[in-house]
């Protein structure tokens, strides 16, 4: 669903819940007020009870990929009512929409996906041309890494850097965001 299309549905439906898939440090630097914050490498151990929920869900993260392995897993566990805000913040916040910053600003999960793979491939280039063509086989294997995220839509880069404390915030603790959601209450951490 575009933007416009959300704002609709969350006028025509006060029971509609966004829940927003990125790590907490992406959603404490800006998220879309009233939304859930639960990261997507934790969704599947909540499938369960997130199943229980019985209104429109619509999933966010910064530009769609992630929402849409969210969907996949979420249709899995029998939620129907599932929506994805295409484009993610990206296309929230280039329509002009209201967002709630908070926090120091972070840089998104795939840009750091972007920049790590780009000093990594770089240093071993060098490594590569300066000290033993051995080296050659890290750039190789994180070509093919980008490949495999590329058509698979699964970044095993982004799931290692997810658990680091930079894209750690002071988000709710996920048990009580599932509480929350399931519940129909106010989002714990917004």
Same mark, same amino acid.
């Given at each position: ?7 609709? !549905?969350?006028?025509?439906?006060? %029971? ?5 898939? /990125? ?32 209104? =429109? ?8 990929? /992630? ?6 897993? !979420? ?22 929409? =209201?967002?709630?910053?908070? @926090? %120091? ?5 795939? /840009? ?20 033993? =063509? ?6 190789? @294997? ?18 290692? !850097? ?5 894209? /750690? @915030? =002071?988000?709710?603790?996920?048990? %009580? ?14």
């Amino acid at each position: 669903m575009t933007p416009l299309e959300l704002i609709e !549905l969350i006028n025509d439906n006060p %029971r509609v819940r966004l829940l927003d898939v /990125r790590t907490p440090g992406e959603f404490e630097s800006a998220h879309i007020e009233g939304a859930y914050n639960l990261p997507l490498h934790q969704l599947g151990e909540h499938q369960r009870e997130l199943a229980l929920v019985n209104d =429109p869900v619509v999933l966010i993260c910064q530009s769609g990929g /992630r929402a849409r392995q969210a969907e996949q897993l !979420l249709s899995l566990a029998g939620l129907s009512q599932l929506k994805l805000l295409e484009g993610g913040m990206n296309s929230w916040t280039a329509a002009g929409n =209201p967002i709630h910053r908070g @926090g %120091r600003p972070r840089l998104s999960l795939e /840009r750091q996906v972007r920049i790590i793979a780009g000093l990594l491939v770089t240093l071993f280039s060098l490594l590569a041309w300066k000290v033993s =063509p051995l080296f050659a086989l890290v750039p190789a @294997g994180i070509g093919l890494g980008l490949t495999h995220a590329g058509l698979t839509n699964f970044c095993a880069m982004a799931m290692v !850097l997810t658990w680091l404390p930079y894209n /750690r @915030g =002071p988000a709710c603790e996920p048990a %009580r965001v599932v509480a929350a959601l399931t519940a129909n209450q106010k989002s714990c951490c917004s």
